[in-house]
């Protein structure tokens, strides 16, 4: 299971960035999806997750804000962020879970995370 993000940088607050991850060594398709967040000396934060029927979940807290969508037949699971606030600032990680989830927080792979810093 190999799980590359990308997209990651610093922006302005208000501003947008979409992060992408690209997902290889497991059926895609068949899997949930999400995306999780952490700053330095935090604890994780799940921040949205995609079933393998495009079903999507989000804390209240980003509702609005944060879209994770996926493609397939790419095999790449997006997160679209709009209106970043600084407290955004995180390493973001993709992660799967290549069983039947039975909560929207169970992951058992994660990538190597790309780093978020809204700022002006």
């Known amino acids: 299971v190999q799980l590359v993000e990308s997209g990651g940088g610093l922006v302005q607050p208000g501003g947008s960035l979409r992060l992408s991850c690209a997902a290889s060594g497991f059926a895609f398709r068949s899997y949930a999806m999400g995306w999780v967040r952490q700053v330095p000396g935090k604890e994780l934060e799940w921040v949205s997750g995609?079933?393998?029927?495009?079903?999507?979940s989000y804390p209240d807290s980003l509702k609005g804000r944060f879209t994770i969508s996926r493609d397939n037949a790419k095999n790449t699971v997006y997160l679209q962020m709009n209106s970043l606030k600084p407290e955004d600032t995180a390493v973001y990680y993709c992660?799967?879970?290549?069983?039947?989830?039975?909560?929207?927080?169970?992951?058992?792979?994660w990538g190597q995370g790309t780093q978020v810093t809204v700022s002006a």
């Open positions: 992660a799967t879970y290549l069983r039947r989830q039975s909560s929207w927080h169970e992951y058992d792979y």
């Open positions: 995609i079933r393998s029927d495009s079903r999507t």
